[in-house]
């Protein structure tokens, strides 16, 4: 069992766990949303996606951010999950992320869209 994300306690009392599949979720959730920097060990891990909401739109904007979340996929979770696709939007101050993959380990495949609003 991992630990669950976000950290919670479960109805015993115990700090939350979750299975592997909705673990390897979670990584990419936490991935996705981390500024690179954010990291004591790790200053490169994360995406800078978040830095996209306040960032005038533009087609190369949008271009340079999804091969750089894409690279980061491969490189951080790239021996669990096979990405297939990933798409990028921002409306308004909300970005979207919608992550294909298949999990390495049991060939299942999953599609998860985040969200995170600017304010």
């Known amino acids: 069992m991992n630990i669950d994300y976000p950290i ?3 109805s015993r009392g115990h700090t939350a766990s979750t299975g592997d599949e909705d673990h390897i979720r979670d990584m990419i959730e936490q991935l996705l949303f981390t500024n690179p920097g954010e990291r004591v060990n790790q200053p490169d891990f994360g995406s800078g996606l978040l830095q ?4 005038p739109n533009s087609p190369e904007l949008a271009s340079a951010l999804q091969f750089t979340t894409q690279a980061s996929l491969q490189r951080y979770l790239g021996d669990l999950i096979d990405l297939r696709d990933l798409r990028v ?3 308004d101050a909300k970005l979207n992320v919608t992550v294909i993959y298949a999990v390495r380990r049991t060939g299942s495949k999953a599609t998860e869209t985040f969200v995170r ?3």
């Open 117 to 119: 609003n600017a304010a």
């Open 8 to 10: 919670h306690f479960d």
């Open 52 to 55: 996209m909401v306040f960032a």
């Open 89 to 91: 939007t921002v409306e």
